[in-house]
């Protein structure tokens, strides 16, 4: 059986390469890129917090029947990048997974907090941080 890594961080090679010099190696050794996935918490909360609030909250004010899959296309529709699908030129927004897999920590929680600017300016509605969750 090969030694075995999964790289999860663009920078994650050059220290994986850099600790493989250092060893006596007597397998082969199989590297490959791994995704970073958003966390089963920062999924919870995503959905079960943030678009369950912003959607109960729009209902609440009357704003008509909004589901939170709804929520999700909209919020991503807004705040995401756009990338290219295929080789028509055609784009659409980035997956809220594939933000989590950019390498960048910070995306997935600047993500969320543009929803909650949103939802407090615009509607007036609180979301509530993680750490409020009990």
């Known amino acids: 059986m090969a030694n075995s890594w999964i790289i999860k961080h663009p920078g994650g090679w050059e220290s994986l390469f ?21 966390s089963n918490q920062q999924n919870r909360y995503l ?3 943030v678009y369950k609030t912003l959607a109960l909250g729009l209902m609440e004010q009357g704003r008509g029947p909004v589901d939170v899959d709804s929520i999700h296309y909209i919020c991503k529709e807004q705040f995401l ?5 295929g080789t028509t ?8 997974t594939d933000l989590c897999r950019s390498g960048n920590e910070e995306s997935f929680q600047d993500y969320v907090e543009q929803i909650k600017e949103l939802a407090a300016s615009a509607y007036s509605i609180y979301i509530p941080d993680p750490s409020e969750e009990t």
């Open 18 to 38: 850099s600790f493989l010099r250092q060893m006596s190696l007597d397998k082969p050794v199989e590297v490959r890129w791994g995704s970073v996935r958003r």
């Open 47 to 49: 959905f079960g917090v």
């Open 81 to 85: 990048p756009r990338v290219p699908v």
């Open 89 to 96: 030129g055609r784009t659409m927004p980035m997956s809220t």
